[in-house]
Nanobody, 124 residues
Framework: QVQLVESGGGLVQPGGSLRVSCAAS????????MGWYRQAPEKDRELVAS???????NVADSVKGRFTISMDNVKNTVYLQMNSLKPEDTAVYYC??????????????????WGKGTLVTVSS
């Protein structure tokens, strides 16, 4: 299996910046893409940004120009740099990875892995 561990969440004032990170670890695995989703209270989980191991990004319109996603393929780590934060960015941010892992019996392909989430609160 693949474990995703997020870090970097916290409290920040409106207009401030924050960077969250997510590292993938486990046995033998291969990551195709990583990304961030968020879920605000009483709202559905939504995609914030994703990036493939080739560097292709997909960024939600609501954060375009403010958030930047990047990935270190060697460290299997994805970063989300969040600038000009707004109160409406307050949510639990979940790391997501898509790929494969090896287990007795062979490769498990087409897997979707999730982190436990990190809370980002934007408030004065």
């Amino acid at each position: 299996q693949v474990q995703l561990v997020e870090s970097g969440g916290g409290l920040v004032q409106p207009g401030g910046s924050l960077r969250v990170s997510c590292a993938a670890s486990g046995g033998i695995f291969s990551i195709n893409s990583m990304g961030w989703y968020r879920q605000a209270p009483e709202k559905d989980r939504e995609l914030v940004a994703s990036i493939t191991n080739g560097g292709t990004t997909n960024v939600a319109d609501s954060v375009k120009g403010r958030f930047t996603i990047s990935m270190d393929n060697v460290k299997n780590t994805v970063y989300l740099q969040m600038n000009s934060l707004k109160p409406e960015d307050t949510a639990v941010y979940y790391c997501n990875a898509r790929g494969s892992h090896f287990e007795p019996g062979g490769w498990r392909n087409g897997m979707n892995y999730w982190g436990k989430g990190t809370l980002v609160t934007v408030s004065s």
